[in-house]
Structures are given as structure tokens and as C-alpha cells.
């Protein structure tokens, strides 16, 4: 039983377009969503994370909209450039332990200049 | 900027061998993870520790897996015998505590399996 469902598996965004990525959760339990980075050959890191108590986190280009009644939550890249090209993950986990971590499958970005 | 160093980055070992992977974390975290991640999926969880004690290990594979962290700083993880589906990349990744502090993920281990 997958708990996090990523779509969509790839996406392909011209320069200064907006990109978006969505997940949905299945366990209520979940109070922390974060968003990780991987380029080719790098492990993932951290890019942004969220907890339900509120709607939307912004960090630069990078948005988190979260919608806890539809168990839903969507990372959104203004202004999209090559260089943001890699595959996101979407996470979820309970409690404060973040290494217990449930993940999405993954979505491959590309950004075309 | 301190990293999580793993080793080797890439290992190809036959089925039925054995093979070991290195990870040193970040100086002072004393939390350490290791995750499976199978090409096209998210990390699994296969072992955490705390300091040098296990805190979970649910989904490692015991009959053929371990995992030890004798003086809590780097860990090494084993697998005897391999087989062709443990075909993967390992990664490590290590925070300061084990409750919601960023984990820091190394490059990982390429293992291929023939």
C-alpha cells in the first residue's frame, strides 16, 4: 500500500514557466511534509517542508500549498530555469521523527531553456 | 560545508557475494539513517540509529542484511549474500537529533548485482 502518491512522474516546463508537483497522503498521522531535491549522482536534499498548521510556506521561488482536508500537497516553482532541472520528491512522516519519512515515487523535472 | 561521506560510490559485486558500504556523517549528528532507493522510487528506510543503538530497523531484510554503528560516529552496512535484487542506490544521511531536525543525505552507493 503506497501511502504517498507523486504525479506526475515527469514534467517538462520552458524557462520562467511555472512548474507543479503534486502528492497525496493517505495517513492522517502525517504532520510533516517536506520536499527533496536530487540531481544525477547527489543524494536527495531537503528543498522545503511544511506542517499542517498552515496552508502555504514560500521560500523564494518555492511554494508549498497544503490542503489538509483533501490530503493534499503540491510544490509549486515560479519562474522555472534549467538549473532547477532534477527529480523531486515529496515526503510524509508522523510525529518528529522526519527519518521515518514515507516517500513519493518521484517526478522528473525539465526545464528547457 | 560539512557532507555525508560514503563509500565506495559504486560497487558491482556477483549474486551470492558479499559487499559492505561505508557512511560517515557529519561531525556532532547523532543520528544516522540508511535508506534503499530502488531506480524510479523515493528512499526507503532500512535502519536508524541513535548514537550507537539501533532505534528501528523494520524493514531491513535481517536473514541477509546488517547494519552496526559501534562507537556512534560511522556506520557500515552488509549484505551476505547478495542477490540480484538488491540491485539499488544506498544512501546515508544523518541529523543532529532524531526528531525534527533536517537530514543531511551523502551521494550514496551504486550497488549492481550480475
Known amino acids: 500500500q503506497q501511502q504517498v502518491k507523486q504525479s506526475p512522474q515527469s514534467l517538462i516546463v520552458q524557462k520562467g514557466g511555472i512548474s507543479i508537483i503534486n502528492c497525496a497522503y493517505e495517513?492522517?498521522?502525517?504532520?510533516?511534509f517536506p520536499w527533496y531535491q536530487q540531481f544525477p549522482g547527489k543524494g536527495p536534499a531537503l528543498l522545503i517542508a511544511?506542517?499542517?498548521?498552515?496552508s502555504e510556506k514560500k521560500e523564494g521561488r518555492f511554494t508549498i500549498s497544503f490542503n489538509k482536508s483533501a490530503k493534499q500537497f503540491s510544490l509549486h516553482i515560479m519562474d522555472s530555469q534549467p538549473g532547477d532541472s532534477a527529480t523531486y520528491f515529496c515526503?510524509?512522516?508522523?510525529?518528529?521523527?522526519?527519518?521515518?519519512?514515507?516517500f513519493g515515487d518521484g517526478t522528473t523535472l525539465t526545464v528547457k531553456p | 560545508e560539512a557532507e555525508v561521506a560514503q563509500s565506495p560510490r559504486y560497487k558491482i559485486t556477483e549474486k551470492s557475494q558479499a559487499v559492505a558500504f561505508w557512511c560517515d556523517p557529519i561531525?556532532?549528528?547523532?543520528?544516522l539513517y540508511w535508506y534503499r532507493q530502488i531506480l524510479g522510487q523515493g528512499p526507503e528506510l532500512l535502519v536508524q540509529?541513535?548514537?550507537?543503538?539501533?532505534?528501528?530497523d523494520s524493514q531491513l531484510p535481517k536473514d541477509r542484511f546488517s547494519a552496526e554503528r559501534l562507537k556512534g560516529v560511522d556506520s557500515t552496512l552488509k549484505i551476505q549474500p547478495a542477490e540480484l535484487g538488491d540491485s539499488a542506490m544506498y544512501l546515508c544521511?544523518?541529523?543532529?537529533?532524531?526528531?525534527?531536525?533536517?537530514?543531511?543525505f551523502g551521494p550514496g552507493t551504486r550497488l549492481t548485482v550480475t
Open positions: 544521511a544523518s541529523s543532529r537529533r532524531q526528531g525534527g531536525d533536517e537530514q543531511y
Open positions: 495517513n492522517t498521522a502525517f504532520d510533516y
Open positions: 511544511i506542517r499542517p498548521d498552515v
Open positions: 515526503a510524509a512522516s508522523k510525529g518528529t521523527n522526519a527519518g521515518k519519512s514515507t
Open positions: 561531525s556532532g549528528h547523532a543520528t
Open positions: 540509529f541513535q548514537d550507537e543503538s539501533v532505534v528501528d
